[in-house]
């Protein structure tokens, strides 16, 4: 009698459970990242189309049942599941998804940053900034691996030559392709001003240049300026410079008018002496005779300034 009464006790446990975990209940909650509730958030029943959203507080009620696994993704999140148990809410925090780093834009497409690590350098503003820099090219040298900067004159403003990973052609131009705002730029580099520079971008090997052709063949140079942004508030900023250059040398000390005639003097002596065999008192009547003409002019004379004729 007792084994019989055991057997139904034990049917009736099964059928209720069974009927708990078939019934279907409300299930709430809140999703939410590091920085706050998420709106937006896509809740579906794993393997069914059943789902919903989160609203503008992060919150979102589902009908499911016990068992069913939730799965919540958002874009730039990291999906997680979660079993539903015996409580009527689940709360979750979403983690970052780093794979959106993991993704270099690169002419007109996109290429894995693991497959060209190394071979693209950015500089972002953030960094172009900090430095205290007159031009686009003063904030690249040093600041990229494997771009070398080289100024042939001191010229404000000059056209630098730009080399990247090294000169590859001797006759040919060795200059690397620039790239401003999606539009090849032919320019001097310097006139852009690096206060309107979002990033740059140095792509320094095949992969990565590939899609430019042979003109990317020496290295390309992405630069973005700064664009305005949708209801962004209005901000004006204001940024001055002060530069001064010094010689690193002193300058050697200059003859004077009477420092060179008198050494042009001696040296008509000295050749007259020495070279055409005269005597030294010869040789000094001759010089003092033939010093204008020697000199090319008589700055003592009457007409110092021959074009001027004063």
């Known amino acids: 009698m007792r084994t019989k009464f055991n057997g139904i006790l034990t049917l009736l446990l099964a059928f209720l459970v069974h009927v708990t975990y ?42 499911v049942k016990t068992g069913d696994i939730l799965v919540f993704s958002f874009v730039g999140m990291k ?42 350098s950015i500089l ?8 205290q820099v007159v031009s686009v090219t003063n904030a690249l040298q040093g600041s990229v691996p494997g771009v070398n900067i080289i100024s042939a004159g001191g010229q404000p403003g000059d056209n630098p030559t730009i080399r990247v990973r090294g000169v590859a052609s001797i006759s040919a131009n ?33 992969a990565s240049t590939a899609l430019y052709g042979s003109r990317g063949s020496n290295g390309v140079i992405l630069i973005t300026t700064k664009k305005g942004k ?25 003859m004077s008018t009477d420092d060179q005639f008198r050494y042009t003097w001696e040296a008509i002596r000295n050749t007259n002496q020495y070279v055409n065999g005269q005597s030294p008192a ?26 001027c004729r004063y």
């Open 282 to 307: 010869l040789a000094a009547t001759n010089a003092s005779n033939n010093l204008v003409s020697g000199f090319g002019y008589n700055p003592y004379g009457p007409y110092r300034c021959k074009p």
């Open 22 to 63: 078939a019934q279907d209940r409300v299930i709430s909650g809140t999703v939410s990242d590091e920085s706050g509730p998420l709106p937006g958030v896509t809740i579906l029943k794993k393997g069914t189309t059943n789902g919903t959203e989160t609203d503008f507080d992060g919150n979102y009620s589902l009908k």
């Open 124 to 131: 972002n503003n953030e960094i172009i900034e900090k430095q």
């Open 174 to 206: 060795a200059s690397p392709l620039i790239i401003l705002d999606g539009t090849p730029y032919n320019g001097n580099i310097n006139s852009i001003s690096s206060d309107q520079i979002e990033s740059m971008s140095v792509l320094k090997d095949a």
């Open 230 to 254: 949708f209801n962004a508030p209005t901000r004006v900023t204001v940024r001055s410079s002060v530069g001064f250059a010094n010689q690193a040398v002193n300058p050697h000390k200059l």
């Open 79 to 120: 999906t997680a599941q979660k079993v539903v148990g015996s409580s009527n809410r689940i709360d979750i925090t979403l983690q970052n998804d780093n794979l959106l780093d993991e993704v270099v834009v690169v002419a007109y497409g996109t290429q894995s940053k693991k497959a060209i690590v190394g071979s693209v």
